[in-house]
């Protein structure tokens, strides 16, 4: 069994500030775990993933996200916001167990204000 | 390389009536995964083709939707007959294979039923 927990269903920041969007998972087997973003009408763009290699994931668009077993997190970062990081965010899980489909949190819809 | 491609892009539809959606998936992906978000819900999943064959259905929500991957390319998902419920953005998504390799995402079609 698999499941995401993203805190905050709406993060609000400043431009330039930090951006902070949390995301817990459980899983029974080792996990492999991504990031999507979602501008509007669009579709899911993949932000990183996680796949059992280096615990600090680097992203697209200076995004990373450290994987930590310990707290069965996977925080997405980002040092300082810009306008166009504006969109919903979603953390996903996927195993070996669950024949590798994805089971997503609920999403964060991040917004930058100038 | 050309992305996974969905059309309708928009449906609107009367309860009742029946709906089919098509996705592409990325040339050479013999992994094809559908999905659904429900409005103010999480992104879940509905089904798994690998090439031809369904290879994990448990997400379908009931008998009214089959969906298909003749000749193992392109993947269709008929609603019949349609009913309030099913309201919702369809994605489809496709990877090269099933072992947790990143899934890549159409831009969904948003089907209304009224």
């Known amino acids: 069994a698999q499941s995401v927990t993203q805190l905050g269903s709406h993060v609000s920041v400043s431009e330039g500030a930090l951006v902070l969007l949390r995301c817990n998972y459980s899983?029974?087997?080792?996990?492999?775990l991504f990031w999507y973003v979602q501008y509007p009408n669009q579709g899911l763009q993949l932000l990183l993933k996680y796949t059992s290699a280096a615990t600090l994931v680097k992203g697209i668009n200076g995004f990373e996200a450290e994987f930590k077993k310990s707290e069965t997190s996977f925080h997405l970062t980002k040092p300082s916001a810009h306008m166009s990081d504006a969109a919903e965010y979603f953390c996903a899980v996927s195993n070996r167990g669950s024949n590798y489909k994805l089971t997503f949190g609920k999403g964060t819809l991040l917004t930058v204000n100038p | 390389e050309a992305g996974v491609t969905q059309f309708p892009s928009h449906s609107v539809i009367e309860k009742g009536q029946t709906v089919t959606l098509r996705c592409d998936p990325i040339s050479g992906h013999d992994n094809l995964y559908w999905y659904r978000r429900v409005m103010g819900k999480e992104i879940k999943f509905l089904l798994h083709?690998?090439?031809?064959?369904?290879?994990?259905e448990s997400g379908m929500p009931n008998n009214r939707f089959l969906a298909e991957r003749t000749g193992g390319t392109y993947s269709t998902l008929k609603v019949q007959p349609a009913e309030l419920e099913d309201s919702g953005v369809y994605f489809c998504?496709?990877?090269?294979?099933?072992?947790?390799?990143?899934?890549?995402f159409g831009d969904g079609t948003r089907l209304s039923i009224l």
């Open positions: 998504a496709s990877s090269q294979d099933g072992t947790g390799q990143p899934q890549h």
């Open positions: 083709f690998v090439k031809e064959s369904k290879q994990d």
């Open positions: 899983s029974s087997v080792p996990p492999y």
